[in-house]
T-cell receptor, first 114, second 114 residues
């Protein structure tokens, strides 16, 4: 089956630790995205990548980092600099970044800081 | 600039009655408009999208939406609600040159009463 996988489903982190969230897609899509979702709010864009070895900051990139070394993989690192990291994180991909493209979403990772 | 406003944070209907979820948008360019559905602790799934073809768009699970440029609206409707429709719904606008200019509404939670 084609799709997007995210792991882990639940992640707990102690304050001061960096953690990395995995996102893998086998849809052969060029563009990939990371969003953060907080209760009662829409999704906010953290980072996006239009092509391998290139990525751009979104609206709330501070305290996060990404890499795009392979087309199918777009991991997100939540660093200790992120002041309020507890949230639901969603990864998405699209064929490219044209405005008409549908974004396909993974099942999400819920991160909780203890 | 672009924006999207979902006019109701919560909507409650009885099973078998019509559903109306309201969305207004603002865009400087010809927009693409999407409705996504999210069940608890899951990723988002595309219901339907408008990309400058027919203004009445039919989606999955009996949902449809009508693009009204004069009213800058893209309301989501369904003739008869089912219990499985209970979820959160997001209206999304994309314009300009890339998917990274995607704006998500804050969401409308739909409750369906038996």
């Amino acid at each position: 089956d084609g799709g997007i996988t995210q792991s882990p489903k639940y992640l707990f982190r102690k304050e001061g630790q960096n953690v990395t969230l995995s996102c893998e897609q086998n849809l052969n899509h060029d563009a990939m995205y990371w969003y953060r979702q907080d209760p009662g709010q829409g999704l906010r864009l953290i980072y996006y990548s239009q092509i391998v070895n290139d990525f751009q900051k979104g609206d709330i990139a501070e305290g996060y980092s990404v890499s795009r070394e392979k087309k199918e993989s777009f991991p997100l690192t939540v660093t200790s600099a992120q002041k309020n990291p507890t949230a639901f994180y969603l990864c998405a991909s699209s064929i490219d970044s044209a405005r008409t493209d549908t974004q396909y979403f993974g099942p999400g990772t819920r991160l909780t800081v203890l | 600039a672009q924006s999207v406003t979902q006019l109701d944070s919560h909507v409650s209907v009885s099973e078998g009655t019509p559903v109306l979820l309201r969305c207004n948008y603002s865009s400087s360019y010809s927009p693409s408009l999407f409705w996504y559905v999210q069940h608890p602790n899951k990723g988002l799934q595309l219901l339907l999208k408008y990309t400058s073809a027919a203004t009445l768009v039919k989606g999955i699970n009996g949902f449809e939406a009508e693009f009204k440029k004069s009213e800058t609206s893209f309301h989501l409707t369904k003739p008869s609600a089912h219990m499985s429709d209970a979820a959160e719904y997001f209206c999304v606008v994309t314009s300009g040159t890339g998917g990274f200019k995607t704006i998500f509404g804050a969401g409308t939670r739909l409750f369906v009463k038996a």
